[in-house]
């Protein structure tokens, strides 16, 4: 039996291991992936997954079991993504930017029953699963690793485990993709995007983006963004148009990509925007093939929208969130002028919705508050935390925890978060997991950490900390102690000695007061190891 459902199957019209089975019959020989330069056809990627997704099944792999990847950008990723597609099995692609201690928590939460790694990333998988009581089997991605040989899952190895759901066909509501999200709280989140899920909000996404075959799109997200894939590239690969993916970020690399490869679509942050045009060959780069350019992960800044539109390129800005797949709002490219700030109106099969962040009351017209988001884009739930499951899903809404402002003509604007999160170069940082490791810290008292605007990155995070009675450290050491336990975009910019923190009567660390002190600051500079 194969984890793809046939025609009489209708609870499986949706799942994406249909695409590429589909385009092999009508476009074979087109190229899907060019992968620095190596290429791969439709047939090709239809023969590596449906041959992958069979070898997980013959291993013992079942509906709903987790394959996790650490690995860059790459066509041995999206053979592994479409083979799990196939085979029912759920994609969980985790950040190679982690550290050790933050891997293993994600390993931990998500359990998974194989983990695949890239070479290169060897020495930091061995070091997370070096913390795990029960690490899972690994292999390495591609046709020398698990499309050569499959380990079997690591169930096998822990009999105390419950018996796996059997072998079934693959149905819409069957979890395709598992992507971790920073929370409130600062513990990571792992949000469980179905079939149905990844269908709709590309269904929707090309209701606006006009993809068509003969489109080229580069991907510059990671694969471990929910972006990675369903901001372009999937629907690139349902529509039969080639995809050009990139491993990093270089502002020169990818001006010159986009006029070798004649790249028709992008998708970015704001701060990898601002790097190509700050790029000495931005004037002189060919531009003209790109028709569309979507920026997402945080609001644009209006002057460098009109950079871009001068050059003649319809940038337009987006919003979303992983757990609405992440597709929301879009500007159309008409209004990005004139729109200037605005993310938009929802897409076609989204619905939105305003509402009073202290009664919970939908206001009508005109209207600042919380964005509550409903549709088939909204995620099963967050992994193995029904709590957090019913408070973000209350009242049949998506509570997305951002204030918004939409005007009378239903344009909306994001005016600010109501969550502690701030977000530096498109990557959520939670101020209370930094907290966390600076009060690790023996010399630490108390911590606070805030996001300040950043010309560069967006944001980035400031620490306030207050050393203990009768100890000592300076801002140096405590840098160096948060580079040990966090990735780099978690590094604050900045951390400040302080006698007290601002609090309220009920001791919460008044936030805004702390931001208040820093305006008036001249901004520092972040480190750039491991910035996009």
Avoid at 302 to 322: C, E, F, M, N
Avoid at 408 to 415: K, L, Q
Wanted: include cysteine; charged fraction near 20%.
């Amino acid at each position: 039996m194969t984890g793809t459902s046939g025609p009489g199957h209708a609870d499986g019209l949706h799942t994406l291991g249909r695409w590429t089975t589909d385009r092999s019959l009508a476009t074979p020989h087109r190229i899907a992936i060019d992968d620095r330069g190596l290429t791969l056809t439709y047939a090709e990627l239809e023969r590596r997954a449906a041959n992958l997704a069979a070898a997980f099944r013959a291993a013992g792999y079942v509906t709903g079991d987790r394959i996790a990847t650490l690995t860059g950008n790459s066509s041995d990723h999206v053979v592994a993504f479409f083979a799990c597609a196939k085979a029912g099995l759920v994609l969980v692609p985790l950040s190679w930017r982690l550290s050790p201690r933050e891997l293993s928590a994600q390993l931990g939460l998500a359990d998974p029953q194989l983990l695949l790694v890239e070479d290169d990333l060897d020495a930091l998988a061995a070091a997370a699963c070096s913390l795990l009581p029960q690490p899972p089997r690994t292999a390495a991605p591609g046709p020398g690793g698990v499309e050569k040989s499959v380990p079997a899952p690591t169930r096998l190895l822990r009999p105390e485990m419950v018996p796996a759901e059997p072998v079934r066909a693959v149905r819409d509501d069957d979890a395709l993709l598992m992507i971790f999200t920073s929370g409130t709280e600062g513990a990571s989140k792992a949000a469980v995007l179905t079939h149905a899920n990844c269908f709709w909000t590309n269904l929707s996404l090309s209701r606006t983006l006009d993809m068509a075959s003969t489109d080229v799109v580069l991907a510059v997200l990671p694969q471990f963004h929910v972006g990675g894939w369903n901001i372009q590239p999937l629907l690139a690969w349902w529509a039969g148009a080639t995809v050009v993916l990139e491993r990093g970020f270089e502002p020169g690399r990818v001006l010159q990509l986009i006029a070798e490869r004649r790249v028709t679509m992008l998708m970015g942050v704001p701060t990898q925007y601002r790097m190509l045009a700050e790029h000495p060959d931005f004037a002189q780069s060919d531009l003209s093939n790109l028709r569309h350019a979507v920026v997402g992960g945080a609001p644009m800044p209006a002057p460098l929208l009109r950079i871009w539109h001068r050059r003649g390129v319809a940038l337009s800005q987006g919003y979303g969130l992983t757990e609405a797949s992440p597709n929301v709002l879009c500007l159309a490219n008409e209004d990005a002028e004139r729109m200037v700030g605005y993310s938009g109106k929802a897409y076609p099969h989204v619905a939105v919705a305003v509402a009073d962040p202290v009664t919970g009351e939908v206001l009508d017209g005109a209207a600042t508050g919380e964005l509550l988001v409903a549709g088939p884009g909204v995620f099963a739930g967050y992994f193995r935390d029904p709590a957090a499951t019913a408070a973000v899903l209350a009242g049949g809404w998506l509570h997305t925890g951002d204030l918004v402002e939409r005007d009378a003509d239903g344009y909306i604007r994001v005016v600010d978060r109501l969550k502690d999160i701030y977000i530096s170069g498109g990557e959520n940082v939670a101020p209370a997991e930094v907290e966390a490791v600076l009060l690790a810290h023996p010399a630490v008292a108390q911590a606070a950490v805030v996001g300040v605007q950043d010309e560069r990155w967006g944001e980035t995070g400031a620490a306030f900390v207050v050393v203990r009675a009768g100890m000592a450290t300076d801002e140096q050491e405590l840098l160096e102690h948060c580079a040990a336990q966090l990735s780099a975009v978690k590094v604050p910019a900045t951390i400040s000695m302080v006698g007290t923190l601002p609090r309220t009567a009920l001791n919460k660390v008044l936030r805004a007061r702390l931001r208040q002190e820093l305006a008036g600051r001249a901004p520092a500079a972040h480190a750039e190891g491991g910035r996009p």
